[in-house]
């Protein structure tokens, strides 16, 4: 095996980076939560619960992010859940553009050993990171997109970030019938996802 395509060494790595000004504001470097999976979650970026506890998607948002996974079937302790940005935005603000192009090098490693079936990128800026390019999220969220990466390519499915279904809950049946369509997809695609 390759050292980068150990997720051990590749953790110890970020845990040390400095490559954007972000660590100087952050309590720690958050890379993520859950195990090895066909599907991998990306979000934005840690918010104060991450930042203090070290996990992605811990906070509010978090939970959510769990109700609806479970609601359509998901064990979400069986799925890798990461964020494009590893570090914390000052007052949870977008990331910029020279940070997220600083971090996308760590979440394409990731995903690189991971070897993932599917990516769901949760959000605008997690769809960007992914993508290339802005698109609408509600656009986006009615499409797959076939992504290549190095020599492995995958599907990118954009969903909305929980936060956003928090700010406005009449998306909840939206995001639960997208995640359902995920794991229909995933059962096609013969990834061994239980639940
Ligand atoms: S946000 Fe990413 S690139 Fe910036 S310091 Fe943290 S780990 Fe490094």
């Not at 990731?110 to 698109?135: D, F, H, K, N």
Request: with cysteine.
């Amino acid at each position: 095996m390759r050292p980068w395509d150990d997720l051990t060494y590749l953790e110890k790595i970020f845990k040390t980076c400095r490559r954007c000004g972000l660590r100087a504001g952050c309590t720690q470097v958050v890379v993520s939560r859950g195990a090895v999976a066909p599907i991998v979650l990306v979000g934005e970026a840690p918010g104060a619960d991450e930042d203090a506890r070290g996990k992605p998607f811990v906070g509010r948002a978090g939970q959510l992010l769990d109700r609806m996974l479970k609601e359509a079937g998901f064990e979400p302790e069986r799925l890798y859940i990461t964020n494009a940005v590893k570090c914390r935005p000052p007052n949870n603000r977008k990331p910029t553009p020279e940070e997220m192009a600083a971090c996308r090098p760590y979440l394409m490693a990731q995903l690189a050993a991971i070897r993932p079936a599917i990516v769901v990128a949760l959000g605008a800026t997690a769809i960007e990171s992914m993508l290339g390019r802005a698109i609408p999220v509600g656009r986006a969220s009615t499409r797959w997109y076939r992504v290549r990466h190095r020599e492995h390519c995958f599907w990118v499915a954009p969903c909305y970030h929980p936060s956003a279904i928090l700010r406005d809950p009449r998306r909840y049946s939206h995001a639960v019938e997208r995640f359902v369509e995920i794991r229909e997809r995933a059962a096609a695609l013969g990834c061994p996802i239980s639940g």
